[in-house]
């Protein structure tokens, strides 16, 4: 079974980081790595769970996340559906009642695109494509 239509990361917004990654850190023993992003505050990589060479679970449905300092108010945590493409998913999206909240946009050079939606119970969910150089890598 692949990981098309699985989710396979999810996103806390925090107000203070150092809190929140001692928080679960010491609950969780959850793990976190430094990433500088282009623009903005850096992103903050969760690792839950052991990884293989290519730097993904080893432990079927397993996932690791992130963790970034929040730009708004009401800010959700997300979880990421991984998805062919964007582009169309956000089509069958809107047909079917849901809307866009973020759309589609380059994480950074070389990492992939997400995109954001609210499906019609007005949950955010987000989507994940990667760049075709990492999809059977």
Not at 47 to 71: C, F, L, S, W, Y
Not at 78 to 99: F, P, R
Request: net charge negative.
């Amino acid at each position: 079974m692949n990981n098309q239509n699985a989710i396979v990361h999810f996103e806390i917004a925090v107000d203070d980081i150092e809190r929140a990654q001692k928080f679960y850190g010491d609950i969780f023993g959850w793990s976190f790595n430094t990433f500088e992003m282009p623009e903005g505050d850096p992103y903050y990589g969760v690792t839950t769970t052991e990884v293989d060479d290519k730097n993904q679970p080893k432990h079927p449905g397993a996932i690791n996340g992130g963790m970034m300092k929040r730009k708004m108010k009401e800010q959700p945590s997300m979880n990421y559906i991984n998805v062919t493409s964007i582009d169309d998913m956000m089509k069958k999206i809107a047909d079917q009642g849901g809307e866009t909240c973020m759309p589609k946009t380059e994480i950074a050079p070389g990492m992939g695109w997400i995109a954001c939606f609210k499906d019609p119970e007005a949950n955010m969910m987000g989507l994940h494509q990667m760049p075709e150089k990492l999809k059977d890598a």
